[in-house]
């Protein structure tokens, strides 16, 4: 795998900077709320500045909102993602951007609530190891995974993918896996099975350790099914060298929150 580093949005003549943060925000993620938004642009204390830019590119056509009546009631926020315009800005640097993700963005229009609930959890799950790690957290998403230089995950790419230092000062890496209770248990299972199958088939680049995987699931009864799940396929594949670890998304925000 190639090095690769993420590099901002050139100003683009018509947005600021911070405008054009939001832009390659939603390129990474797909969906943010202006909670996560903030966060990304550690902007936590400054909602209302962040609800005006995300207003302003709104109105001028950038980007589209996912939100009616019924959010409120299941305790769900407004959703923000990339318009036809917005892509088009992107577009201009084809060196960071890729066309091939611009296209599938351009149906996020029409994206199942499914594909929005769980774009969303990544980036919470995202801004909350961040928290936890500090600045040595360097994150990739899928989107930024399809990049060829990233040539030693599996053929279905993780959710997410980050180096960073741990408390101990090591340099550590990590593969993100999030699991809600909305998908078929089979699925979930056979993913796990197929991360060991990829460590014991193909390994990491250079022979080096393969990455620790992160699994965080939506509810606690599902964490723990997950749990068992992998202790089984990880003995069944004598796979106990690899570093499987299942947490709640509500348990890495006590974990963020006690470090902020």
């Not at 901002?8 to 797909?30: E, T, V, W």
């Not at 938004?37 to 980007?63: F, K, T, V």
């Not at 909102?65 to 769900?76: E, H, I, M, N, V």
């Not at 609530?113 to 500090?134: C, D, M, N, P, Q």
Request: net charge positive.
């Amino acid at each position: 795998m190639a090095e690769h580093t993420t590099t901002p949005l050139r100003h683009h003549r018509l947005l600021n900077a911070g405008q054009c943060k939001i832009l390659d925000s939603l390129y990474r993620f797909r969906f943010g709320t202006t909670d996560l938004l903030a966060g990304m642009l550690d902007m936590h204390s400054n909602r209302r500045l962040m609800q005006a830019r995300l207003r302003l590119l709104y109105e001028q056509g950038y980007i589209g909102r996912q939100y009616d009546r019924s959010y409120r009631l299941r305790g769900l926020f407004a959703t923000y993602y990339l318009l036809p315009k917005g892509i088009a800005v992107l577009k201009q640097q084809p060196e960071i951007y890729q066309a091939r993700v611009l296209r599938n963005i351009r149906k996020d229009a029409a994206a199942s609530e499914r594909f929005i609930v769980h774009s969303v959890r990544v980036f919470t799950a995202y801004i909350r190891l961040k928290a936890i790690y500090g600045a040595s957290f360097v994150f990739y998403t899928r989107s930024e995974l399809t990049d060829p230089t990233f040539d030693c995950f599996p053929e279905q790419l993780p959710d997410g993918y980050a180096t960073y230092t741990a408390r101990d000062g090591r340099h550590r890496h990590m593969m993100l896996e999030c699991f809600d209770d909305t998908r078929p248990q089979r699925i979930l299972r056979h993913r796990i099975v197929q991360l060991v199958d990829h460590e014991y088939t193909d390994g990491w680049k250079d022979n080096e350790p393969y990455p620790d995987i992160l699994i965080v699931c939506d509810t606690d009864r599902l964490r723990q099914k997950v749990q068992h799940w992998v202790q089984t396929i990880v003995e069944d594949a004598a796979a106990e060298d690899m570093r499987l670890y299942v947490v709640t998304l509500g348990r890495l925000t006590e974990k963020a929150g006690a470090v902020t």
